[in-house]
């Protein structure tokens, strides 16, 4: 096995492996080191939603769309936080969004789409076939056949400069591994980093448990060490998840093959939407938590003791609230609620423009989190929860809605209440932070900056790892993200002069994964 390639990419997930590809595709020899037992990351994990425009399924479909179209509709989605926007990476994404998902359909990767987004003005959502796998067994088919060298079981401790100040490799496992014209950092984000939660958005949120646990941060703190900054650190997106379901997931069950994901492509392309719906909203109660709107229309979260735990207002804040008891609560609402939950336009959650999942499809697919009860003492009794302190909260909540103030948490959408059974609750629900979207400072070509805006040399970054202060605020964007930074990043590395001078001149070769918080380079 070599430990010295053209290209070195330091991270296997769907960013990672979509740089290999670039780099081994523009003539390069490629390596990629994996901390993990397995390539995948949280591409892996995703739903799988890729947000482009100009793709031929637009075409087919009839979307006539635009670069500048889909830059509007990202400003639309922003809002208030526009002004936080690196609006030229924004451009990068959008594009090269639709290019990429071409390439990806050229590799075997199949979509149901273009779907509606609110509040896009055109359809541009792009779902995987039959689910995120299908990016993972495409992006490792093509690495095998670009020769890629995939070495797992390798977390990397620091990066290696020569004595130009060059980034020439990096240490994993006692072991040196070269890039010679390139080093690309594509290790996710850093939701699973408590050091780093804590430092830049508060010990609350450092407590909120992240759906990939791997997702540690490592590359921020490798980047940093050689110069560049992180950016936008305080951002997180925090929210409630049921767990998963102890049922078949009709979606995920199905294996990620080429040829099965044509099949799937042809058979929901061709079923009564109806019919695909029903597939699908079993999907949706399986993975997706409540839409918070139910909590404006009424509905307030408890623990088991029956006790409120935050302001519902806030998603931040219950995730929070949630984690820092036993991380479980229950939504309760009334009959009321239910019945506006039942039917369109309310659902309680969605796949945005391909199924809804109401208060009946909760009651057939995820019996073990659906309890109904005539009484409120009964529901206690049926989902787990304390009796008296459920009795209490939902008194003083009554008053809380009559006087139209909250002294507890300072909730100010209080809905109708709960006042007419039969009464309801969904649950557990459990704190996540489904993304960390904090990056490292980055260029157009995905080349790592210092504060000063000069590039590192040898150094790329690319994915969330690399997300330089986009904000990426709807449904499919990271995804695509992703895929188009990791091609953008392994396309300039591969095209970067190759080093003459490869030694590492007698640097300190301590891991930097133990860096202090407080030596990190940041710009909030």
């Given at each position: 096995m070599s430990n010295t390639a053209d290209v070195l990419v330091i991270g296997g997930g769907g960013s990672g492996m979509s740089a290999a590809i670039s780099a081994a595709t523009s003539g390069s020899t490629v390596i990629i080191l994996e901390k993990c037992e397995e390539v995948g990351g949280s591409t892996g994990l995703s739903v799988g939603s890729f947000t482009a425009a100009n793709t031929a399924y637009q075409?087919?479909?009839?979307?006539?769309?635009?670069?500048?179209?889909?830059?509007?509709?990202?400003?639309?989605?922003?809002?208030?936080?526009?002004?936080?926007?690196?609006?030229?990476?924004?451009?990068?994404?959008?594009?090269?969004?639709?290019?990429?998902v071409e390439w990806l359909s050229s590799i075997g990767v199949q979509f149901l789409g273009p779907t509606?987004?609110?509040?896009?003005?055109?359809?541009?959502?792009?779902?995987?076939?039959?689910n995120s796998s299908a990016y993972v067994n495409a992006l490792l088919r093509e690495c095998r056949k670009r020769d890629v060298q995939v070495v797992t079981s390798a977390r990397v401790e620091k990066l290696l400069r020569n004595s130009d100040g060059?980034?020439?490799?990096?240490?994993?496992?006692?072991?040196?591994?070269?890039?010679?014209?390139?080093?690309?950092?594509?290790?996710?984000?850093?939701?699973?980093?408590?050091?780093?939660?804590?430092?830049?958005?508060?010990?609350?949120?450092?407590?909120?448990?992240?759906?990939?646990?791997?997702?540690?941060?490592?590359?921020?703190?490798l980047g940093n060490d050689v110069g560049t900054v992180m950016l936008q650190m305080d951002r997180l997106y925090e929210g409630l998840r049921f767990p998963p379901s102890k049922l078949p997931d009709p979606i995920k069950i199905l294996p990620s093959?080429?040829?099965?994901?044509?099949?799937?492509?042809?058979?929901?392309?061709?079923?009564?939407?109806?019919?695909?719906?029903?597939?699908?909203?079993?999907?949706?109660?399986?993975?997706?938590?409540?839409?918070?709107?139910?909590?404006?229309?009424?509905?307030?979260?408890?623990?088991?003791?029956?006790?409120?735990?935050?302001?519902?207002?806030?998603?931040?804040?219950?995730?929070?609230?949630?984690?820092?008891?036993?991380?479980?609560?229950?939504?309760?609402?009334?009959?009321?609620v239910a019945d506006k939950f039942s039917a369109w336009p309310n659902p309680v959650s969605t796949f945005p423009g391909v199924a809804y999942a109401y208060i009946q499809d909760y009651k057939r697919y995820r019996p073990d989190i659906f309890h109904k009860a005539e009484t409120l003492d009964e529901l206690a009794v049926k989902a787990g929860i304390g009796v008296v302190g459920l009795q209490q909260t939902l008194n003083d909540y009554r008053g809380y809605v009559s006087s139209g103030t909250?002294?507890?948490?300072?909730?100010?959408?209080?809905?109708?209440?709960?006042?007419?059974?039969?009464?309801?609750?969904?649950?557990?629900?459990?704190a996540y932070i489904t993304l960390a979207d904090g990056g490292l400072a980055v260029d157009s070509q995905l080349r790592a900056i210092r504060q000063d805006g000069a590039a590192i040399p040898g150094l790329w970054a690319a994915g969330s790892t690399g997300q330089g202060g986009l904000q990426l605020l709807n449904h499919g964007l990271h995804i695509a993200w992703a895929m188009v930074s990791g091609r953008i990043a392994g396309r300039h590395a591969a095209q970067a002069p190759v080093r003459d001078n490869m030694g590492t001149d007698g640097e300190d070769l301590r891991s930097v994964l133990d860096t202090p918080v407080e030596d990190l380079t940041v710009v909030v």
């Open positions: 075409y087919r479909a009839g979307v006539n769309d635009s670069t500048d179209l889909f830059i509007e509709d990202m400003k639309v989605a922003n809002g208030t936080d526009e002004v936080r926007e690196n609006t030229v990476l924004r451009r990068v994404l959008a594009e090269n969004a639709g290019a990429t509606p987004e609110p509040p896009y003005e055109k359809p541009r959502m792009h779902n995987v076939l039959p060059e980034v020439i490799g990096a240490r994993a496992g006692g072991r040196e591994y070269f890039g010679r014209r390139g080093v690309v950092l594509a290790t996710g984000d850093y939701s699973a980093a408590a050091d780093l939660k804590a430092a830049f958005v508060g010990e609350a949120a450092a407590k909120v448990q992240p759906v990939n646990p791997n997702n540690t941060g490592d590359g921020f703190r093959h080429p040829v099965v994901s044509r099949i799937v492509r042809t058979v929901v392309e061709r079923l009564p939407k109806n019919i695909l719906a029903y597939v699908l909203r079993g999907a949706l109660t399986s993975w997706v938590g409540p839409n918070n709107t139910m909590y404006s229309a009424g509905a307030v979260l408890v623990d088991e003791a029956g006790k409120r735990v935050a302001n519902e207002d806030s998603d931040k804040q219950l995730a929070r609230g949630v984690a820092a008891g036993d991380n479980k609560a229950f939504m309760i609402f009334d009959q009321t909250d002294p507890e948490f300072g909730r100010q959408e209080f809905g109708n209440g709960i006042t007419t059974g039969p009464y309801y609750a969904l649950g557990p629900l459990q």
